[in-house]
Antibody, heavy 117, light 108 residues
Framework: EVQLVQSGAEVKKPGESLKISCQGS????????IGWVRQMPGKGLEWMGI????????RYSPSFQGQVTISADKSISTAYLQWSSLKASDTAMYYC??????????WGQGTLVTVSS | DIQMTQSPSSLSASVGDRVTITCRAS??????LNWYQQKPGKAPKLLIY???SLQGGVPSRFSGSGSGTDFTLTISSLQPEDFATYHC??????????FGQGTKLEIK
């Protein structure tokens, strides 16, 4: 069974750094793109960027380029989303997801990030 | 990058109603379109892939149509469990797939 398990909720202050994780199991981690999706409170889904752990090739949506860093450690089948300096506007739910292909539909459970002074 | 525009952004309807949500792409995406349902606090769930193919386990009252730039999601007879937010997503521009802004379906 394919599973994506994300790290737990975080509460941070503006200016702090943060790295959240998404561990995959039940499939070949290095053979599938895995991405991150942001959902701000009461808003829609935004595809932030994606990584192919086997290369690792990384692509960012224009809105998120330079704002976050996506990485992966294939030895532990884990993808990461990282901020160097959080802002209040980074408060959101973050989901990891395997890049959809046909009827494949695999998402993590979400990580809530709250940034508040 | 490809922009996806959904309408309406919110919709009030009653149990038993027929509901249609539309999604328009800024350029042709052939039939590379998914529809998701999302309930509060949960990850999105795939309903329709390749514009019109029903995901396994999804009730047949859900259907999708369209190709090129214009797409629709139809729920033929709303059930209480269908009140949720619906998102379209283009899967044409690999690997940076974009979503529409979502449609919140509420009980009238």
């Amino acid at each position: 069974e394919v599973q994506l398990v994300q790290s737990g909720a975080e509460v941070k202050k503006p200016g702090e750094s943060l790295k959240i994780s998404c561990q995959g199991s039940g499939y070949s981690f290095t053979s599938h793109w895995i991405g991150w999706v942001r959902q701000m409170p009461g808003k829609g889904l935004e595809w932030m960027g994606i990584i192919y752990p086997g290369d690792p090739d990384t692509r960012y949506s224009p809105s998120f380029q330079g704002q976050v860093t996506i990485s992966a450690d294939k030895s532990i089948s884990t993808a990461y989303l990282q901020w160097s300096s959080l802002k209040a506007s980074d408060t959101a739910m973050y989901y990891c997801a395997i890049l959809p292909s046909g009827n494949a539909d695999y998402w993590g459970q979400g990580t809530l990030v709250t940034v508040s002074s | 990058d490809i922009q996806m525009t959904q309408s309406p952004s919110s919709l009030s309807a009653s149990v038993g109603d027929r509901v249609t949500i539309t999604c328009r792409a800024s350029q042709s995406i052939r039939n590379y379109l998914n529809w998701y349902q999302q309930k509060p606090g949960k990850a999105p769930k795939l309903l329709i892939y390749a514009a019109s193919s029903l995901q396994g386990g999804v009730p047949s009252r859900f259907s999708g149509s369209g190709s090129g730039t214009d797409f629709t999601l139809t729920i033929s007879s709303l059930q209480p469990e269908d009140f949720a937010t619906y998102h379209c997503q283009q899967t044409y521009s690999t690997p940076l797939y974009t979503f529409g802004q979502g449609t919140k379906l509420e009980i009238k």
